[in-house]
């Protein structure tokens, strides 16, 4: 599977838009990109995930660009509560393979 | 929400004793995962199962073994636990199906061998 790179760390201001970037340059046709986030020492949480277009559920927007060699995870509106390890990982669908998790970004929402 | 469930949630243990960590899920899922986490620190998959009677090592290497005799239960044993064991395991499984396949976590066993 491609490999993402994430930054190690942002802050965002409560209340405002936290836009979170990951590189996958390697990508394939068939990988789908997820996001999943991890609070404190919990199980990590699924966010959302997409292949090519753009998606949004009642949690986040995945911004996937053309070239699928980049997206951004948007949480419209930053609570303390969003404070939590953020990881980008993409996998191709319906496949037996290992889930990798990286280092992902550690996000802090500051009041 | 998940149905996905950990036991014990918290464990104390003295070294050369055999544990077993329980996995349980009751959505049906094939494929199942077990993570290691120390705190701070990235999860490693330690091992992975597609479904009945399979059973893969993952990334990181682990002195533990796991077993796949149901669909809905992964557990996760050490034969004799070393302080070096002391760690976050969590369990994970998720459906196969086309980009849908969503991983869900139970709450982690913490364990901590003296």
């Known amino acids: 599977d491609a490999k993402t790179t994430q930054p190690t760390s942002m802050d965002c201001a409560e209340g405002r838009a936290a836009n979170l970037p990951c590189n996958h340059s390697?990508?394939?046709?068939?990988?789908?990109v997820y996001w999943y986030r991890q609070i404190h020492s919990q199980g990590p949480q699924y966010i959302i995930h997409?292949?090519?277009n753009n998606e949004t559920n009642e949690m986040a927007s995945l911004i996937i660009t053309e070239d699928r060699k980049s997206s951004t995870l948007i949480l419209p509106h930053a609570t303390l509560r969003d404070t939590a390890v953020y990881y980008c990982?993409?996998?191709?669908?319906?496949?037996?393979?290992?889930?990798?998790f990286g280092k992902g970004t550690r996000l802090h929402i500051l009041p | 929400e998940a149905d996905i469930y950990q036991t014990p949630r918290y464990l104390v243990i003295g070294t050369g004793k055999k544990i077993t960590l329980e996995c349980s899920q009751t959505?049906?899922?094939?494929?199942m995962y077990w993570y290691q986490q120390d705190p701070g620190m990235e999860l490693h998959l330690i091992h992975y199962?597609?479904?009945?009677?399979?059973?893969e090592k993952g990334d990181l290497s682990s002195e533990s073994t796991v077993s796949r005799i149901r669909t809905e239960h992964f557990p996760l044993t050490l034969e004799s636990a070393r302080p070096s064991h002391t760690s976050q395991y969590l369990c994970?499984?998720?459906?196969?199906?086309?980009?849908?396949?969503?991983?869900?976590f139970g709450s982690g066993t913490q364990l901590s061998v003296l």
């Open positions: 994970a499984s998720s459906e196969a199906g086309q980009g849908n396949e969503k991983l869900f």
């Open positions: 390697t990508i394939s046709g068939n990988e789908y």
């Open positions: 997409g292949l090519k």
């Open positions: 990982i993409v996998r191709v669908a319906n496949r037996d393979d290992k889930i990798i």
């Open positions: 959505m049906g899922h094939d494929k």
């Open positions: 199962s597609y479904g009945v009677n399979s059973t």
